[in-house]
C-alpha cells in the first residue's frame, strides 16, 4: 500500500501541471483573444489588404482553431484581392498546428482522468495529508516547467527548433503566416499560457485542500 501511495504522490506531482499547462494552451490558443490582441497591435490585417479588420481575422483563425472551419483559408470575396492570400504550404503547417494543439488536449484529459483517479485512491486510503502533499509537488513542477520553458523562448536556437516542430512544412520568408505568428506572438501566447494555467492551478489547490481538510473536533 505504501508504494501504491508513493506512485500515486508521484503521478498527481506530474498530471496536475499537464493538466495546467495543456488546458491553458487550448483556451488560450482556440479563443480569439490572443489572436485579435498580436494583429490589432501590428496592423496585420491592413498590411496585407485583406478586407477585414483584425478583429475578424483573430475571429477567423481562432474559428479555424476550433475546427469551424475546415481550411486555413480566407473567402475571395471578403478580401480586396482575388487570390487566395495563404499557400498550400501555409494552410498545411495551420493544420499541423491544430492538430498539435488536438493532441495537447488528449494528453490533458487522459492526464486529468489519472488525476481523478489517484484524488479516489487517496481520500480512499484515508490519506488526506499524501494528498496535499502531492499537489504541492505539483506546484515545484509546475514552477520548473515554467522556467524550462521561458529559458527555450529566450535561447535562440531552441526557439527556431520549435518553431520548425510546430510549422514543418518550409514556407517563404514573405509569407502571409510568417507576419502574423511572430516571436512576439509566441511570447504573448506563452504569457496567456502562464496566466490561464497558474488560475487553473489556484481553482485546483482550492479543491484540493477542501476536500483534503482534516476533520475537527472542536470548532470555535
Not at 488526506?128 to 522556467?147: E, N, P, T
Request: hydrophobic share 50%.
Amino acid at each position: 500500500m505504501k508504494i501504491l501511495n508513493t506512485i500515486v504522490v508521484l503521478l498527481i506531482g506530474f498530471c496536475i501541471p499537464a493538466v495546467s499547462v495543456f488546458g491553458a494552451a487550448n483556451i488560450a490558443l482556440r479563443m480569439p483573444d490572443v489572436y485579435t490582441y498580436e494583429f490589432n497591435n501590428n496592423q496585420i490585417a491592413k498590411e496585407l489588404k485583406l478586407g477585414i479588420n483584425d478583429d475578424e481575422l483573430g475571429q477567423f483563425v481562432s474559428e479555424f482553431m476550433r475546427h469551424r472551419d475546415s481550411d486555413f483559408q480566407l473567402p475571395i470575396d471578403s478580401r480586396e484581392q482575388s487570390e487566395p492570400i495563404f499557400t498550400r504550404e501555409e494552410a498545411d503547417n495551420m493544420q499541423h498546428y491544430r492538430l498539435l494543439l488536438n493532441r495537447s488536449l488528449f494528453i490533458g484529459l487522459g492526464a486529468l482522468a489519472i488525476v481523478l483517479i489517484s484524488y479516489i485512491i487517496l481520500l480512499w486510503n484515508q490519506e488526506k495529508s499524501k494528498l496535499r502533499s502531492a499537489f504541492k509537488l505539483s506546484i515545484l513542477v509546475y514552477l520548473l516547467g515554467q522556467i524550462v520553458t521561458y529559458c527555450c523562448f529566450i535561447i535562440e536556437s531552441c526557439r527556431v527548433s520549435l518553431g520548425r516542430h510546430i510549422f514543418p512544412t518550409t514556407m517563404q520568408a514573405d509569407c502571409a503566416l510568417n507576419g502574423m505568428i511572430t516571436s512576439h506572438f509566441i511570447k504573448i501566447s506563452l504569457i496567456a499560457d502562464t496566466a490561464v494555467s497558474a488560475v487553473l492551478m489556484v481553482i485546483m489547490a482550492s479543491i484540493t485542500w477542501r476536500i483534503s481538510k482534516p476533520k475537527r473536533m472542536f470548532w470555535k
